[in-house]
Structure formats: C-alpha cells, structure tokens
C-alpha cells in the first residue's frame, strides 16, 4: 500500500471565518455609542454598558428622541428625556445601530 492511501484524511469543518452571531456583535459595541430605534417612533442614543441574553440595552448618557410626523416638521427628531443611565426592553427593541448618533441638522 503506498503512502498516501495509508493517511487519514483530516477531518474539517467548513465554517467560514467571517461569521459573526449576533450578541458577539452587540458584545464588540460594550462602552461605544449605540442608536437604538424602537418600535413606537422612539430612538435612543447613548452609551452602551451591558445586555443580558434577551438583548434588553442599558445605556449610560443616554437621550431619548421622538421621530416627528408633522408636515413642517417631517423626518425630525425632538429631544424627549437626557437620562445619566437606561434600561431599554428588548420587547419593543427594533434596531441597533452601531456607533450611530443623530446628526444635529435633524434636530428641532
């Protein structure tokens, strides 16, 4: 029997390397700026400092928005509330954007 036929074949595992699950993502976002958009027309930028496995946030400097509706005012964002620390349910938790912020031309 000649060399090659008496190796093993190594056993791989095809993975690709890029893959991210999704709570590592939000883990590498630990300590950096956060935008969250809620389901009911609420966003949150701040500071995120921790998440459990239900991915409910808590934000530190956080400052809530309203995205407004009217006709003069469409497309806007209103401050609602500065709070020093925050904690968001995941239950009405859309989107997380990563270092996301509202630019100050967007306010009212």
Do not use: W
């Amino acid at each position: 029997m000649s060399e090659q036929a008496q190796q093993k074949p190594t056993e791989t595992k095809d993975e690709p390397s890029n893959v991210i699950i999704p709570l590592e993502l939000i883990d590498k976002c630990i300590g950096s700026s956060i935008h969250a958009i809620l389901t009911n027309n609420r966003e949150f930028v701040g500071k995120l400092v921790g998440f459990d496995d239900f991915v409910n946030i808590v934000l530190e400097d956080a400052k809530e928005y309203e995205l407004q509706s009217e006709a003069e005012n469409k497309g806007k964002y209103k401050l609602i509330s500065s709070k020093s620390r925050m904690l968001l349910n995941s239950r009405n938790l859309a989107l997380i954007v990563p270092g996301g912020v509202i630019s100050d031309e967007l306010l009212i």
